[in-house]
């Protein structure tokens, strides 16, 4: 089984500060791992996804992951808060050659200050 | 990219009326549809899964009489909460995906019993 682990249910930065939201997974076989935005009221949107290959995955509207196997991390940053990256985080993995059903961590808001 | 639709997003309704929620695949065709239930400040609980032309499988502790599930389509999936009550009230949110791509995500309904 595998499951994944977000620190921190808040986060708070000021606009222009570095955003870093955290993400541990476990999983048996080599995962896939996910990153998805939540704005109010709406479903999730990815941000981004690794697979296989480059371990340091770009993603849409700035944000970056780097998956660390050795740390079984796979953080989420970006370098420059906006205003408008407040919402709501949710870490997910997908287990490979699996049914390919995401477990997702808990989530982690993201609160950013003028 | 792959769009997928929810309808509707807001619905109040009276405690033991019944409740559909559609969810559309608009531009790919969904092998399998997911629906997600999500309690405020949490992440999302996996309801049922299914695919199409057959029976929705459902998670542990989710009441298949109370949560009708139908695939009828390849673009079409329908969540109906029978006799719903105020503890049903929440944020449904359905995700569908064409055969091991990553699932797309509706915007969600939100779902008040009164």
């Known amino acids: 089984a595998q499951s994944v682990t977000q620190l921190g249910s808040h986060v708070s930065v000021s606009e222009g500060a570095l955003v870093l939201l955290r993400c541990n997974y476990s999983s048996s076989v080599p995962p896939y791992l996910f990153w998805y935005v939540q704005y109010p009221n709406q479903g999730l949107q990815l941000l981004l996804k690794?697979?296989?290959?480059?371990?340091l995955v770009k993603g849409i509207n700035g944000f970056e992951a780097e998956f660390k196997k050795s740390e079984t991390s796979f953080h989420l940053t970006k370098p420059s808060a906006h205003m408008s990256d407040a919402a709501e985080y949710f870490c997910a993995v997908i287990r490979s050659g699996g049914s390919y059903i995401p477990t997702f961590g808990r989530g982690t808001s993201l609160i950013v200050h003028p | 990219g792959a769009v997928v639709s929810q309808h509707p997003s807001w619905v109040i309704c009276k405690s033991g009326t019944s409740v559909k929620i559609e969810c559309r695949s608009l531009?790919?065709?969904?092998?399998?549809m997911f629906w997600y239930r999500q309690f405020p400040k949490q992440s999302l609980m996996l309801m049922a899964t299914s695919n199409e032309g057959s029976k929705a499988t459902y998670e542990q502790g989710v009441e298949k009489d109370k949560f009708l599930i139908n695939h009828a389509s390849l673009t079409l999936s329908t969540l109906t909460v029978t006799s719903a009550h105020p503890e049903d009230s929440s944020f449904y949110i359905c995700?569908?995906?064409?055969?091991?791509?990553?699932?797309?995500f509706g915007d969600g309904t939100r779902l008040s019993i009164l």
């Open positions: 995700s569908a995906r064409n055969g091991g791509q990553p699932q797309h």
């Open positions: 690794y697979t296989t290959g480059a371990t």
């Open positions: 531009d790919f065709q969904a092998t399998t």
